[in-house]
């Protein structure tokens, strides 16, 4: 049976985010927290909590690994400090993620060696890939055009795989794509509500 691996990576850049009002540090605290609960919650998968916030390890639950990263830590060195078979990092400030764009992560594997669920407006939410990552590829989440980006990396096109996008909180304005409608983001939701 295959062993994944979903990682919530949390830097402090994503702080930066926080509207007007609340505090950066709380509203980090908030999105990592939120993510990482919906990826604990994911069946036949073991959490970690990859991060360059230390104070974030309390928002873990019990025996969950926290890996330490410097802030500018690349996808490629984060994937390299993983175990398992498979794996997804997903950044924390996409708090309202569906846990159903995982599974299609995981899913995209069987005929692709990386996956990415792209964000609406350029950048990537997540990445799937088998361990180790081929020598191939070095991802970059935040680039205009992920999927184009490794498609060009990667000796055959098929090689990289899209499933449906979804949407980050890099700036204060993208609170306003989160889903009300959704279930979960808890933590997000009522620091937002104290605004």
Request: one cysteine or more; charged letters at 25%; a negative charge.
């Amino acid at each position: 049976m295959l062993t994944r691996v979903a990682a919530v990576v949390a830097r402090r850049s994503m702080a930066q985010a926080a509207p007007e009002g609340i505090d950066p540090g709380e509203f980090l605290t908030a999105i990592a927290e939120d993510t990482y609960e919906m990826l604990a919650g994911l069946e036949l998968v073991t959490p970690v909590l990859v991060t360059s916030v230390p104070e974030l390890e309390e928002i873990v639950w019990p025996g969950t690994e926290v890996v330490l990263i410097d802030e500018g830590e690349s996808i490629r060195d984060i994937l390299a400090r993983l175990t398992g078979d498979q794996a997804v990092v997903v950044n924390a400030d996409a708090p309202d993620l569906p846990p159903l764009l995982i599974g299609k992560l995981f899913r995209e594997l069987g005929r692709a060696r990386i996956t990415l669920c792209p964000c609406e407006y350029g950048g990537a939410v997540a990445l799937a890939c088998d361990l180790p990552l081929p020598d191939w590829a070095d991802p970059d989440l935040d680039c205009d055009d992920p999927v184009s980006h490794l498609r060009a990396q990667a000796p055959g096109r098929r090689m990289v795989a899209a499933t449906p996008g979804w949407h980050r909180l890099r700036t204060p304005a993208d609170i306003q794509r989160l889903d009300p409608g959704l279930e979960g983001w808890d933590n997000t939701r009522i620091l937002l509500s104290k605004e």
